[in-house]
């Protein structure tokens, strides 16, 4: 497209330069003036030519800059850990003070009564909770922090009243 544009303005410089203002001249005059004319035609294409490669390098610098400050997101949210305080402890209907056993970690609480949901929370170990229901070996029962917050189920073999 540009050079068809430059053919026809370079053709148009050769019409004009033919027309009664240089009537004086000489095909040879005529000729070197058309081809001066399409030797800066060139030499401006060129020149920009090279400023859109220098625009588009400092483009992908900036674009790599920027990629490289990027944080990536990420892919799991974590669960939320539970870190043992010394607080009042909630008064919830039907729930009793215990603690979670020491084993050295964190013990999971889930989003159901079983080891096939997932994880909705990490507890420290050695923690004070409030449980709901019936301590039973090998069963569950949902949980909450001494401040009232729903921490979801937990195996009932890591609580000691």
């Given at each position: 497209m540009k050079k068809t544009l430059t053919?026809?303005?370079?053709?148009l410089l050769a019409c004009s330069l033919t027309t009664s203002c240089n009537k004086g001249k000489s095909e040879?005059?005529?000729q070197a003036m058309v081809d001066q004319a399409a030797e800066k035609k060139v030499a401006e294409m060129e020149k920009q030519r090279e400023l859109d490669e220098k625009l588009q390098r400092a483009e992908a610098i900036i674009a790599a800059d920027e990629a490289k400050k990027a944080k990536p997101?990420?892919?799991?949210?974590?669960p939320k850990t539970v870190v043992k305080k010394p607080q009042v402890v909630a008064n919830i209907p039907g729930t009793r003070l215990a603690h979670v056993i020491r084993e050295g970690g964190y013990t999971n609480a889930r989003t159901g009564p079983g080891t096939d949901y997932p994880i909705m929370n990490k507890v420290k170990d050695g923690s004070d909770i409030l449980y709901a229901g019936t301590l039973r070996?090998?069963?569950w029962v949902e949980v909450y922090n001494v401040n009232g917050e729903y921490l979801g189920y937990m195996s009932?073999?890591?609580?000691v009243p």
């Open positions: 053919l026809c303005a370079l053709a040879a005059e005529i997101a990420p892919a799991i949210a974590e070996r090998g069963g009932c073999n890591k609580i």
